[in-house]
């Protein structure tokens, strides 16, 4: 019974490159959410998505950010043009239901660094 | 100000010692979450509880909805619990996580 996977585990990008970032939840999940950690800074929300919608991207960057949890595959952050302060770890997490009252289990992370 | 606030941000202690990390939120919740992430980085979902207390091993959490206070702590600890933990919750009605800054904690042999 895999859990949440992310990959790559490690991206590196140059200024004005795309970050493509994947996330398969656990089996059976259908509720993904998307949140990154700065250097030295703690976990921010940035996206939750269900199955071909995205039901908060309250959190999500109003440029260069887009999120997708397509019907069939994994959920993809898309980072273009990307800048030095992309660099990051990106986490994503899923759960059951998406009630507030649901555990969410945490992927690996992505380590983006933009050099 | 921050939503949810965790104190201490770092704590060392010896082997052996009772550690207490408290988490208090200033939003109406359902649950409150406590996540450890890794020196390696990974988040372990550690508790989610939304009254009284839950055990797990070693590790206790508590919660006190009225005074908007939770407290997460970790008997007889060992090196192995060093890591940063993580208070987060998600306000009414809202399925996101709002995160404490975390407690970085080390256990000394």
């Known amino acids: 019974n895999a859990g949440v996977m992310q990959n790559p585990r490690h991206l590196v990008r140059r200024r004005g490159q795309e970050a493509r970032l994947r996330c398969s939840p656990m089996?059976?999940?259908?509720?993904v959410y998307w949140y990154r950690q700065l250097p030295e800074e703690g976990l921010k929300f940035m996206v939750y998505l269900q199955k071909e919608n995205i039901i908060d991207e309250s959190g999500m960057p109003k440029e260069r950010f887009s999120a997708e949890f397509p019907k069939e595959g994994p959920s993809i952050l898309r980072i273009q043009q990307v800048v030095r302060g992309d660099s990051a770890a990106y986490f994503c997490?899923?759960?059951?239901?998406?009630?507030?009252?649901?555990?969410?289990?945490f992927g690996p992370g992505t380590r983006l660094t933009v050099l | 100000k921050n939503e949810v606030e965790q104190s201490p941000q770092n704590l060392t202690a010896q082997e052996g010692e009772f550690i207490t990390i408290n988490c208090s939120y200033s939003v109406g919740i359902s649950a409150l979450h406590w996540l450890q992430q890794h020196p390696g980085g990974g988040i372990v979902s550690l508790f989610m509880?939304?009254?009284g207390k839950k055990k797990h091993g070693r590790l206790i959490a508590t919660i006190n909805i009225q005074e908007k206070h939770s407290s997460l702590h970790i008997t007889a600890s060992h090196p192995r619990d060093s890591a940063v933990y993580i208070c987060a919750a998600p306000p009414f009605g809202n399925e996101k996580l709002t995160f404490g800054t975390g407690t970085r904690l080390t256990i000394i042999p």
């Open positions: 509880l939304s009254s």
């Open positions: 089996k059976g999940h259908s509720h």
């Open positions: 997490a899923s759960s059951g239901t998406g009630s507030n009252t649901d555990t969410q289990y």
